[in-house]
């Protein structure tokens, strides 16, 4: 997983709660979560963009992975009502995954798979996967006291 400066947003449609992805040359190439973009990374095939809702007070963060051709295949949202967050990323790498804090000290943790996992839950709590049940994100939150992810 490598930090790129790829893409950037257009306009949001407040309404809806998505924005343009655009490339460099400002050509749409599909619609994200959010209005705001915190973070975006090269992984072994595609990218993996960050983006958060506009309202600093009540936001949530929304991981969109795109293949190498620019088509979404699979988004998590990480919520919590009534809360606002700041994206902290704390460890990029080696491998295709990321540590990150938004919500005060807690970190979390999200890998990205090559092949598509079976992902039961995520029904209450924080993480919502809304793409399906199999996913190539794999979001958890980091346990310091056992020192390992769980979800």
């Known amino acids: ?4 400066e790829r893409f950037h947003l257009g306009p949001p ?12 040359d400002g050509s749409t190439v599909g619609l994200v979560d959010g209005g705001v973009l915190d973070a975006q990374f090269a992984v072994a095939d595609g990218y993996l963009v960050i983006t958060e809702d506009e309202d600093p007070w009540e936001n949530s963060l929304y991981l969109s992975l795109f293949s190498r051709g620019l088509e979404r ?4 949202r990480l919520g919590i009502p009534y809360n ?3 994206l902290r990323l704390r460890r990029v790498g080696p491998a295709e995954d990321l540590e990150f804090s938004f919500y005060g000290e807690e970190v979390w943790h999200v890998t990205v798979c090559p092949r598509p996992r079976l992902v039961l839950g995520g029904l209450f709590g924080p993480i919502r996967y809304l793409s399906g049940l199999r996913h190539r994100l794999i979001v958890s939150r980091f346990d310091a006291a056992e020192g390992r992810s769980r979800r």
Not at 1 to 4: A, E, I, L, R, S
Not at 73 to 76: A, K, L
């Open 1 to 4: 997983m490598t930090p790129v």
């Open 84 to 86: 606002g967050g700041t």
């Open 73 to 76: 295949i699979d988004r998590v």
């Open 13 to 24: 449609d407040r309404d809806r709660g998505v924005a343009p992805l655009l490339d460099a």
